[in-house]
C-alpha cells in the first residue's frame, strides 16, 4: 500500500513551472507570487462525503466539485483563481479512487488556469478541504456588500437543477438507472459537476456592483447579500429561472421550492444599476449564458417575495449545516 509521500508525488506533483509559483509541492508552505498592482482574494470550503455527496459517488465528480464549489467564491469575487492548496481526508489509500479524484480536480484546474502548490493527506472519514487563491486588480474585487439601492438584481443560468439531481443520486444505482432519460441525466450532471461561472465573474467586474455565489439556495443566500449591503431585496418568484430539465420530471411547486432551497446551482446573483443592466446580459450573452432580472434592491432591512401579483413565503430557508 502506498505510503501518504508516495500518494502525494504519484497522483498530485506536477513537475513544471507555472505562473506566480516560486515554491510549490515539495517544501514546507508554497512561495507565491501576486502579480503587480493586484489583490490576493482566497477561499476555503470543506465537502464531506454522505453530507455534501452520496456516499459511493464518482471519484471524478468528487474531485471536480471540491474545485468547482471553490472556483464559485473567486467567481464571485470577479477574482482570476491562480493556485490552490489541498487536504484530503481519506478511508484508505486506494490507488482507483485516487486515479479517478485527482483526474477530475486536474481536469477543471486545467481549464480555469490552477496549478496545486500545496496540501495534505491523512486518514480517516472521507473528506476534501480545497483552499482556492486567485487574484484581481487593486481595489476591483467585487463584494456582497456593495449593492445600491435601486439596483437590479439578475442570477445566471438556471435554479433548481443540482438539488433535483442529488435527489436522484441519492435514490441509488437501481433507481437511477430506471429514471436515466435525458433530463435526470442532466440533473444528475448540474449536481455532480456543477460549472462555476469564472468568466462571467471576470465579465461582471465594472459593470455589477455586487456579487454573491448561489450555493445554499436564493432563499438563504439572498438574506446575506441584501443584510450585507444594509439594503431590502425583493423577489418575483415567477421570474426564477427553471430549465426544461427540471420542469418536465417534477411539479411546478416542487421545481419552485428546488430553485429557492435545494442550494448546490453555484451559479451567481448580481446587484447592476438598471443603467448597466444591458452590459450585464450582454457579456453573459457573449458567453452564452443565460442572465435572468428576478427583482431589485430598495432601501430598508426585508428580504420579501411575491408570486402572481400576492406576496409569497419560500418553503424553507436555504440549506444550514447546523439547523
Known sequence: MPGEFDLIRRFFSHPGAAPGVVVGIGDDAAVLRVPDGCDLVAAVDTIVESRHFPAGSDPRSIGHRALAVNLSDLAAMGAQPAWATLALTLPSADEAWLEGFAAGLAALARRHGVTLVGGDTTRGPLTVSIQIMGFVPRGGALL????????????TGTLGDAGAGLALAQAGG?????TADAAALELLRRFEYPTPRVEMGLA?????????????????????FAAASGLAAHVDVDRLPLSAALGSRESAALARDRALCAGDDYELMFAVPAARAAALAAAAAALELRLTVIGSFAPGRDVTWSSNGGAFTPAGGGFDHFA
Open 204 to 224: 461582471a467586474r465594472g459593470i455589477a456592483t455586487a456579487a454573491m455565489d448561489l450555493s445554499d439556495g436564493i432563499a438563504g443566500d439572498l438574506v446575506k
Open 174 to 178: 437501481d433507481a437511477r438507472a430506471a
Open 144 to 155: 456582497r456588500s456593495g449593492a445600491r439601492a435601486g439596483d437590479l438584481l439578475a442570477v
